[in-house]
């Protein structure tokens, strides 16, 4: 026998539990440390290559050359942000919903914080508490818990003395106590979640696409910046007299500017500035973001897998109708029905009774008997009066009634046929004599019962639910429903929403071999008495078939599939641990909320997919620019500063406005392969123009003329391809454009500018070169946009029906 089984353990007993390390905290060591996310975005390639490059030309004395370090130092605070918000919402992860449990301890029930609760300990469990622990049920009242979080099954089960109480699972009726046997990460719902505490990051088609970019830069940036410093050491009388002269310090600036020019470090700035502001958005909507890329997430989904509790409908049982059986003239039964509902012991569903029912007149309650789901009724009976004497039983219609009389039988095909309308019936019978005996351990019912009415309650359906699903069936993403439940009961619940026939497909029948299953998967809707396990499964064959699956959920039992899926999305009414997966939260649980998300996503997507032309186009010129300049030995024809400026009036600060206009582009997958398509002949014709004129400067030029001369061609040629890059042109991105016009006008015009860019003033015979290598290039640049244009519009054109298609 346990120890304190009775009185439950004493003050020594607790602490000596809690010393021996059996108390209910689980264990965090599954996400990165502080450390890990520091040394993640810190010490990277090109941060190492950026930051080396910064100190040197302040060692230099050059500062006016080193402002790229601070867009270096702005990707760096980014990303740690990011995961550290990351890291923080997993470390919060907790399946538990109540601050505190109440316990037996020294004969002496208390509130103790859910971490003090330790093994052994006695559980006083009432209607609406959440064991936080695995416990034995010692002794029990009409005790029934919902495993729904858990199981998906939203019905009750009731519990006996001996059986297992899991944690994570909720009382519904009854009282009762328990000793916990499995306390922190030894928990089954700790256990369930364990998997879903390990730290990853969405997957997002742009970042996979910039980090190949990446990727491909960082093979490319040491031979090509090898190549590039021995041209400016050869450029200045080669690496002895540069040396002895001092002139090398010219040749590192002129280094660096090459090799910074190379990286688009405004690319992934500016995407997770987008995410930020899209997050930002959808928040006035009462959508959380919890992981920026998220916001593109939706917006490249073509399957949604929901479940149907807390997602089509609101997760409760709801009170629908009273239907007569010839009986409802018996005085009182309103004010029963009423009696039930307030009953401490009720269940959910007599619950619903509250409030519908007045409780008026009725006499003081006798004999009763609380509701059990092994019996599937409860009974009270009331002292002789004017109203509701005799015993009054509730509870599911083929227990109560035993074929007779025919009001019995009208009653039975009535319950019947509601019962086969997807509703939950029960029926209010009423005798004469008292509630019955216990015979064998088991409550037996009273003996004639007589029906009074038929009550019918229903899951509450989501009102925008059909809408939003109808909106995505438009929009080509297909739809899975999967549930714990009855399988019959979901698929009616899916019908009143527009999908499936009425009827779903039991997953207990469903082949374990994967392939089989991809198929399932494939050809049918609606599932019903899913496990947590087969709902992974499930996203997972999708995701085989080459899907992009999105998954609603709000159990426990959901966590493991939102975290298989591409995009995982908890309701408001989801467990705490099913919102610290998921990576969008819908706070006030509307289910027309995702449209607006998809919006925000298809947005983000199409304008990175636009500005990154920008970007990359600088990196092709600049890749191409410092092979030449490294292969013909000449002077790269940039400071630094001067590359920043162009980038600012070309790139940085357009791509920043055009990132954050609307866009209502429908995505299309091939984000990289659509951007290079025109990134790359663009980038090429600019590096051609500036080759151009580096080669044709003469003798008598000067360096800062020959400087100016490329600083001014380039800033043509980017605006250029800005504009391509601008289409369709609206008022805002007309705007966006005549004011980097203006900016570079200023730029030229103002003393204070171009002493700062050290701008010198071209000779004629430069200035014709620029015009020979400008004039083309742009024409050249417009050219390849109208291709673009019209290749994306073949592409986005329906296929054309043939004559036999119908």
């Known amino acids: 026998m346990v ?22 905290a689980a264990p965090n060591d599954s996400t990165r440390s502080l450390w890990n996310i520091l040394r993640a975005n810190v010490f990277t390639l090109f941060n190492a290559i950026v930051g080396s490059s910064f100190l040197l030309l302040l060692a230099l004395g050059q500062w006016r050359d080193a402002l790229f370090g601070f867009a270096a130092l702005g990707n760096a605070v980014i990303g740690i942000v990011q995961e550290y918000r990351a890291k923080r919402t997993l470390d919060r992860l907790a399946v538990l919903q109540l601050p505190s449990s109440r316990v037996l301890r020294a004969a002496e029930v208390r509130e103790v914080a859910v971490d003090d609760v330790v093994q052994d300990d006695i559980m006083v469990l009432r209607a609406g508490d959440q064991l936080v622990v695995d416990a034995l049920l010692l002794e029990g009242q009409g005790l029934e818990l ?82 590039l410093v021995n041209a400016q050491m050869q450029a200045r009388g080669g690496w002895e007299l540069a040396w ?39 928040s006035r909507d009462r959508v959380l973001i919890q992981e920026l890329a998220a916001v593109e997430g939706l917006a490249r989904v073509d399957v949604l897998c929901i479940d149907k509790t807390g997602t089509l409908t609101k997760g409760r049982i709801t009170f629908d109708a009273v239907h007569d059986v010839d009986g409802a003239g018996h005085p009182g039964w309103k004010e029963v029905l009423g009696w039930f509902g307030l009953d401490p012991d009720a269940n959910a569903t007599a619950r619903c009774l509250a409030g519908i029912f007045a409780v008026d007149g009725l006499p003081e309650a006798g004999e009763r008997v609380p509701f059990s789901s092994a019996t599937k009724w409860s009974g009270v009976s009331f002292a002789d009066g004017r109203k509701a004497s005799g015993s009054w039983v509730l509870g599911a219609p083929d227990v109560l009634l035993q074929a007779g009389s025919p009001t019995v039988v009208r009653a039975l095909g ?84 527009g999908l499936g026939p009425g009827e779903g497909c039991d997953a207990r029948s469903l082949p374990e071999d994967p392939r089989l299953l991809e198929e399932v998967m494939e050809s049918t809707v609606v599932f019903g008495r899913v496990s947590p396990a087969q709902k992974k499964a499930m996203v997972q064959a999708l995701g085989r078939r080459g899907h992009t699956v999105a998954m609603i959920g709000d159990g426990v039992n959901d966590v493991l599939a939102l975290k298989e899926a591409d995009l995982g999305i908890a309701m408001d009414s989801a467990a705490p641990a099913t919102k ?171 003393p204070a500018f171009r002493d700062f860019l050290d701008l010198e003033q071209p000779s004629p015979g430069l200035l014709a070169v620029v015009a020979v290598a400008t004039i083309p290039g742009a024409v050249g640049i417009f050219l390849l946009g109208v291709v673009e244009r019209r290749a994306r519009t073949v592409r986005l054109r329906p296929p054309r029906r043939s004559e036999g298609d119908a």
């Not at 090398?248 to 500035?273: F, N």
């Not at 509703?423 to 409550?443: N, Y």
């Not at 206009?661 to 984000?671: A, C, D, M, S």
């Open 244 to 282: 002895s002269s001092g002139s090398w310090k010219q040749a590192a600036v002129g280094a660096v500017a090459g090799i910074i020019a190379m990286i688009p470090l405004g690319l992934v700035l500016l995407t997770s500035v987008a995410f930020a502001v899209g997050a930002v958005r959808l």
């Open 580 to 750: 610290a997966v998921a990576r969008v939260v819908l706070l006030d649980g509307r289910f027309d909320r995702l449209p607006a998300v998809l919006a925000e996503g298809r947005r983000v997507i199409a304008n990175i997919e636009r500005v990154s032309v920008l970007f990359l186009s600088k990196t092709v010129y600049a890749l191409t620019l410092s092979v030449a300049v490294g292969i013909f030995l000449l002077d790269f024809p940039f400071l630094p500063r001067q590359l920043s400026v162009t980038d600012g009036l070309t790139i940085g600060i357009p791509a920043f406005f055009l990132a954050l206009l609307p866009n209502r582009r429908r995505y299309h997958p091939g984000f990289l392969k659509r951007s290079l398509q025109l990134a790359l002949p663009a980038g090429l014709v600019v590096a051609g123009a500036l080759l151009l004129i580096t080669g044709a400067a003469t003798a008598g030029d000067k360096v800062g003329a020959v400087r100016t001369a490329a600083f001014v061609a380039l800033s043509l040629l980017g605006l250029c391809v800005l504009a391509i890059v601008s289409h369709p042109v609206n008022g805002w991105s007309a705007a966006v454009l005549a004011a980097m016009v203006i900016g570079l006008v200023l730029v030229l015009s103002m």
């Open 414 to 497: 009535r319950a019947s046929a509601l019962a086969s309308e997807g509703l939950r019936t029960l029926a209010l019978s009423h005798t004469a004599g008292r509630l019955g005996s216990h015979h064998d351990g088991h409550q037996e019912l009273p003996r004639g019962l007589e029906p009074v009415v038929l009550l019918t309650f229903r899951e509450e359906i989501r009102p925008d639910a059909a809408q939003t699903l109808e909106f995505f069936a438009k929009e080509g993403v297909s739809v899975r429903v999967i549930s714990g439940d009855d399988p019959r009961t979901v698929g009616r619940v899916a019908q009143q929403v």
């Open 3 to 24: 120890e304190g089984r009775t009185t439950g353990l004493s003050n020594a007993q607790v602490q000596a539990r809690a010393d021996a390390g059996l108390r209910n």
């Open 146 to 227: 919902d495993e729904s979080l858990l199981s998906g099954e939203s019905v009750p089960v009731a519990k006996l003395p001996g059986m297992e109480l899991l944690s994570g699972s909720i009382v519904v009726a009854g009282r009762g106590t328990a000793r916990a046997v499995r306390v922190g990460s030894e928990s089954y719902a700790n256990k369930l979640v364990a998997e879903a505490r390990r730290f990853s990051l969405l997957a997002s088609e742009i970042r996979r696409g910039i980090d190949r970019i990446l990727r491909w830069i960082a093979w490319a940036l040491l031979p090509v910046s090898a190549l």
